[in-house]
C-alpha cells in the first residue's frame, strides 16, 4: 500500500493504517531501533511507542514522507531510552557515538522551534545530496542507524581508520557548510 492511502487510513482513525505501518516498516524500524539498543525487547518497545505517536500526530499532521517520518520518531524513542538505561552506567560506545554528534549539531545555537529544527534538518538533508555515495551511506548508516564503525569497516571493505577518518572529515564539512549558511556551530 502506498504511504498515502497509509496516511489517509490513520487520518480517518481506521485501525487499518496502522496495520498496514506495521506491514511496511517494521523490519526497517527494528533495525533502526536494535542498532542504538542492542536489546531486541527494549527496540519492539521503542517500535510501538512510534506507532503510537503517528496515532497521536495524525490528524492533524501528514508527513510528506511517512518513512523518514516514522523511522525518525523510532530512533528518538530508541536514544531516549538509550540515555535512560544508560545514566551512570558504562556500555556498549553508544555515548561515544552520541557526543561524536553532539560535537557538531549539538552545540548548534537554533533554539528548539520546529521550524529551526526543520530548517537544519534540511540543509542536513541537503548537504548529504552533494556528498558521494560512499560517504553519505558511511555517515547516515553511523548517525542515524548507529551502526559501529567496526560494522561499516567490514561493510565497505576498509579498515576502521578508513571509516573513522571519513566521518572526522564528513563532520568537518558539515560544520562548514552549516556555519556558511548562518548557523553558530561550536566543538566543544
Not at 86 to 98: A, C, D, I, N, Y
Not at 115 to 141: G, H, M, P, Q, Y
Request: net charge negative; proline share 2%; charged share 35%.
Amino acid at each position: 500500500m502506498e504511504d498515502a492511502q497509509i496516511i489517509d487510513l490513520i487520518y480517518d482513525r481506521s485501525e487499518q493504517g496502522l496495520s498496514e505501518l506495521d506491514g511496511k516498516y517494521r523490519k526497517l524500524l527494528m533495525s533502526v531501533t536494535s542498532g542504538i539498543l542492542r536489546c531486541n525487547e527494549d527496540a519492539e518497545e521503542c517500535v510501538s511507542d512510534a506507532y503510537v505517536k503517528v496515532w497521536n500526530v495524525i490528524p492533524p499532521y501528514r508527513p510528506k514522507h511517512l518513512g523518514a517520518f516514522i523511522c525518525k520518531i523510532a530512533r528518538n524513542a530508541a536514544i531516549d531510552k538509550y540515555r535512560y538505561e544508560s545514566r551512570g552506567k558504562r556500555s556498549g560506545g553508544g555515548e561515544v557515538l552520541f557526543s561524536e554528534l553532539e560535537d557538531e549539531n549539538g552545540a548548534c545555537n537554533i533554539g528548539t522551534y520546529d521550524e529551526d529544527i526543520s530548517s537544519l534538518s534540511d540543509e542536513i538533508s541537503a548537504f548529504l545530496k552533494n556528498a558521494d555515495v560512499e560517504s553519505r551511506t558511511i555517515f547516515t548508516r553511523r548517525y542515524f542507524l548507529a551502526e559501529s564503525i567496526s560494522s561499516l569497516a567490514e561493510r565497505f571493505g576498509k579498515t576502521e581508520n578508513y571509516i573513522s577518518l571519513k566521518l572526522f572529515r564528513m563532520r568537518e564539512k558539515l560544520k562548514k557548510y552549516l556555519e556558511k549558511r548562518g548557523y553558530n556551530v561550536e566543538s566543544r
